[in-house]
């Protein structure tokens, strides 16, 4: 066994007064179909794709929305042990999963994987990499933390200011460094679109709010706060347009 995760799951955390309207527009934008409620109060589902193991869960929380990630292994004390050697802080326990923070505050658990699962693509837009939005006071340690609790290496493309950690058949990770200084990490999901003028069109008419269109992804708020991408990557492959 291994300390690296198996599998990573991308919990979108949804002020509960919003979960019912975020559930729909999450499932009708993926295409994938809403589990059975589950937790003590009934609190988050998963998205089932048609094919392929699910990673994307949508949870309601008291709170503001965000994200947090599931890092699934089947050796969970040897993860913790990593992660923490790595940098990582204890924050609470939840039954028997150990809650954690990267050295710049991103919360992420620790669980245990099923099977063995595969992210599967069908050519269709697809939320397929989860974007760390890391202030520059922590940039290089966040880097680093996530390579190495992820086994993955740092790819840096035509722009510095993103890292790239890709597995192939499992959820990417990216790292843009922001302009601000100081704050904790945070986190938005990333869908790949070949048409991303479309997309855009259709996720406002289906609640979305249009935020920003910039030269290769537009940032868009779903119902419930969360703030997420449609990028010019091919849904086929999650590459960048052209590569």
């Given at each position: 066994m291994t300390a690296r995760p198996d599998w990573i799951q991308?919990?979108?955390?949804?002020p509960a007064g919003a979960y019912e309207e975020a559930v729909a527009f999450w499932s009708a934008v993926t295409g994938w179909t809403p589990s059975e409620r589950r937790g003590e109060d009934g609190q988050f589902l998963t998205l089932l794709p048609p094919a392929g193991a699910a990673y994307v869960k949508v949870q309601a929380v008291d709170g503001s929305a965000g994200v947090h990630l599931d890092l699934d292994s089947a050796d969970r004390p040897a993860a913790v042990a990593r992660a923490h050697e790595l940098g990582a802080t204890s924050a609470w326990t939840h039954h028997d999963v150990e809650v954690m923070r990267s050295p710049g505050g991103l919360?992420?658990?620790?669980?245990?994987?099923?099977g063995e699962p595969s992210l599967v693509r069908d050519g269709a837009t697809i939320l397929d990499q989860v974007c760390?939005?890391?202030?520059?006071?922590?940039?290089e340690s966040?880097?680093?933390?996530?390579?190495?609790?992820?086994?993955?290496?740092?790819?840096?493309?035509?722009?510095?200011?993103?890292?790239?950690?890709v597995e192939y058949g499992r959820l990417r990770i990216l790292l843009q460094r922001l302009d601000e200084s100081e704050g904790p990490v945070r986190a938005h999901p990333d869908l790949a679109t070949a048409d991303r003028a479309r997309d855009a069109e259709e996720h406002v008419r289906l609640g979305a709010r249009l935020e920003r269109v910039l030269d290769h992804w537009t940032v868009l708020t779903a119902p419930g706060g969360q703030v997420y991408c449609l990028t010019?990557?091919?849904?086929?492959?999650?590459?960048?347009?052209?590569?």
């Open positions: 991308l919990f979108l955390d949804t919360v992420f658990c620790h669980t245990l994987v099923d760390l939005d890391v202030p520059a006071a922590h940039w966040e880097v680093a933390f996530w390579s190495g609790l992820t086994g993955r290496g740092v790819q840096v493309g035509s722009l510095p200011q993103f890292a790239r950690l010019d990557r091919d849904p086929s492959t999650g590459l960048a347009a052209g590569v």
